[in-house]
């Protein structure tokens, strides 16, 4: 890792960590456990997107592991592991996908985060009645996903201006025309 990498991933953890704390004081659906606006992912989904994939991930441990010892604690934490977990499995996946678009592969995270919360949900609480939230969740993380691949599309295009190789790795994604 050159020293140009360092400092983004450096850039973009601080700012996934304010974020995260933004989202923690400001809930979007108070009373409703599990629902976010997932604007930390969208720092994922922009490095996944105009990084690599290696950048994603690294910026994902430093989210879990840093955002459960700030402000959530290590039951969160695991929550936040699992979720983080399948979302990029599933975004690395929906990059693969021809003309998904960066609202697509939000979608795709989304859902597969929420997935995995739920999962973790029934192995902490030993019991499948949290599936009862599924509906909620899952109308929530289709929202949320979109809301966020609008953001992810709209900060990334405007920076293909501003950093070279960014417009170039976007077309090679099918993300820019």
């Known amino acids: 890792m050159n020293i140009k990498?360092?400092?983004?991933?450096?850039?973009?953890?601080?700012?996934m960590l304010l974020l995260g704390i933004v989202e923690k004081n400001?809930?979007?659906a108070p009373g409703i456990p599990g629902i976010k606006?997932?604007?930390?992912?969208?720092v994922l989904l922009y490095a996944l997107c105009l990084m690599n994939t290696k950048s994603a991930w690294t910026l994902s441990g430093i989210k879990v592991v840093l955002g459960g010892i700030l402000y959530?604690?290590?039951?969160?934490?695991?929550?936040?592991?699992?979720?983080?977990?399948?979302?990029?499995l599933a975004m690395i996946l929906a990059l693969k996908i021809k003309d998904i678009g960066f609202i697509g592969i939000s979608v795709c995270?989304?859902?597969?985060?929420?997935?995995?919360?739920?999962?973790?949900?029934?192995?902490?609480?030993?019991?499948?009645?949290?599936l009862i939230?599924?509906?909620?969740?899952?109308?929530?993380?289709?929202v949320t996903g979109i809301?966020?691949?609008?953001?992810?599309?709209?900060v990334c295009k405007a920076l293909v201006h501003s950093?070279?190789?960014?417009?170039?790795?976007?077309?090679d994604l099918g993300l820019y025309k």
């Open 5 to 15: 990498t360092i400092t983004r991933l450096g850039l973009l953890s601080s700012l």
């Open 37 to 42: 606006l997932g604007l930390a992912n969208s």
């Open 72 to 88: 959530s604690g290590p039951i969160a934490m695991m929550y936040s592991a699992s979720g983080t977990i399948l979302s990029m």
């Open 163 to 171: 950093m070279p190789d960014s417009k170039k790795r976007l077309q």
């Open 133 to 142: 939230q599924v509906p909620i969740l899952l109308v929530s993380a289709v």
């Open 147 to 154: 809301l966020t691949g609008i953001v992810t599309q709209m």
């Open 26 to 28: 400001f809930p979007i």
């Open 109 to 130: 995270g989304a859902v597969m985060h929420m997935l995995g919360q739920i999962l973790i949900s029934r192995f902490i609480l030993g019991t499948w009645a949290v």
